[in-house]
């Protein structure tokens, strides 16, 4: 008896492991056709996109190396925009404002479930015209929420602004 329970155990998770892996491709072409609607990229080489997607904790660590792309020589002259999460937007406000030009924010529950978000989300970065966008964590949040975003800019670069090949 026990053997066939792990039978029928191992049935339901492979079975729900498929369904998952369906909801995500899905997803995934949804995303993909969402994408066509949205207007040519024209990106500009004076503007800078930073893309800090993660939690709090990370941004408080982060924060103090944000200043730093405005100081740099290699920055000074581009427009800098943050985007970033709006779990830590009232942090940010008090006391980061100035280290940025602008901000856009991004509820990544909202994100996740709500095509229209994510499609005036994308309309918004594209029409802004980054040239070069800076993601500088390599962590990739569940549900893959960066990964159109490499799509916004015509060159990626790493942390220290040195160009990227893999979009990833």
Not at 42 to 63: A, H, K, N, V, W
Not at 88 to 107: G, R
Request: charged content about 30%.
């Amino acid at each position: 008896m026990p053997n066939r329970l792990r039978q029928v155990s191992l049935f339901l998770r492979r079975w729900q492991s498929a369904k998952d892996c369906r909801r995500v491709l899905n997803d995934f072409g949804e995303w993909k056709d969402l994408q066509h609607r949205l207007p040519a990229p024209s990106p500009s080489e004076e503007r800078l996109l930073i893309i800090r997607l993660d939690d709090i904790g990370d941004y408080l660590l982060f924060r103090n190396q944000l200043r730093m792309y405005k100081r740099s020589p290699r920055w000074q002259k581009h427009v800098v925009t943050l985007l970033g999460n709006v779990s830590w937007e009232p942090i940010f406000s008090e006391f980061d404002a100035s280290a940025v030009d602008h901000t856009v924010w991004v509820d990544k529950r909202e994100y996740l479930v709500n095509s229209s978000y994510r499609l005036n989300l994308w309309d918004t970065l594209r029409r802004r015209g980054f040239g070069i966008a800076i993601a500088p964590s390599r962590t990739r949040p569940p549900g893959g929420i960066s990964s159109p975003l490499p799509s916004l800019a015509d060159e990626q670069a790493d942390g220290n602004g040195k160009p990227r090949r893999d979009t990833q």
